[in-house]
């Protein structure tokens, strides 16, 4: 399949694009930045996807995984509005086959930075918009919902033993997810999963399952 990726120099992205190369398929990649993915199958488009005019002339996307976001820096625009604007660009069309928008738990619990978990709720119900207009194509569209994960982006406060303390006290499983798992589910929900669409799959460890429940012992 050729599957179009946003956001594949670090983190999440590029442990899709690496998933997706191992197993056969080709993989575009756009970022603004570069990407150290070297694989006879990758292509890699330095774009920042704000710049719509600039976007490349892609055609017959198969799969579409909405994967290029960012916190407390312009989150509407890059998070949601370009993401949009990528997804009517490239997913709305006849030889498309899933799409994915990575999300975040915050869209559920609102528990994070007022315009990043705004701009991820708006994901929440463009996804399901977007089933609806995919379907008459056979094609699927679901958001992938993660918890904390191991990321660069995230070093501030995986690096912070008192604050990494307290983060663990919120998650069941007291660990975040890899790169590399949620990019297992991400190959899930676009290659083997066929009928479940329109929805948001939260991926988080239980960390929106608990919950402080305080009474006299």
């Not at 694989?39 to 976007?55: A, F, M, N, S």
């Not at 995919?134 to 995230?154: E, F, Q, R």
């Not at 479940?196 to 988080?204: A, E, K, P, S």
Request: glycine share 8%; net charge negative.
């Amino acid at each position: 399949m050729k599957v179009l990726i946003t956001g594949t120099s670090q983190g999440i992205g590029m442990a899709i694009a690496k998933h997706f190369l191992r197993e056969g398929h080709e993989v575009i990649g756009i970022d603004r930045q570069t990407t150290s993915v070297q694989h006879k199958y990758y292509y890699h488009y330095q774009c920042d996807v704000r710049d719509y005019e600039k976007l490349p002339d892609i055609p017959s996307i198969n799969i579409l995984i909405n994967n290029a976001g960012t916190q407390n820096e312009n989150d509407i625009d890059i998070n949601l509005k370009a993401l949009i604007h990528i997804t009517e660009k490239y997913g709305i069309q006849e030889e498309i086959h899933s799409i994915l928008n990575i999300g975040s738990a915050s869209a559920h619990t609102g528990a994070e930075f007022p315009e990043y978990c705004a701009s991820k709720g708006g994901i929440l119900a463009y996804t399901k918009n977007v089933a609806m207009r995919v379907a008459k194509y056979g094609a699927t569209c679901n958001s992938l919902d993660p918890g904390g994960v191991l990321t660069p982006l995230n070093e501030c406060v995986m690096n912070d033993s008192v604050l990494w303390s307290k983060i663990m006290e919120e998650t069941p499983l007291k660990r975040w997810a890899t790169p590399e798992e949620i990019a297992a589910w991400a190959y899930f929900l676009t290659i083997t999963n066929t009928f479940c669409t329109g929805q948001n799959i939260l991926v988080d460890g239980g960390e929106s399952i608990n919950y402080h429940f305080i009474w006299k012992e």
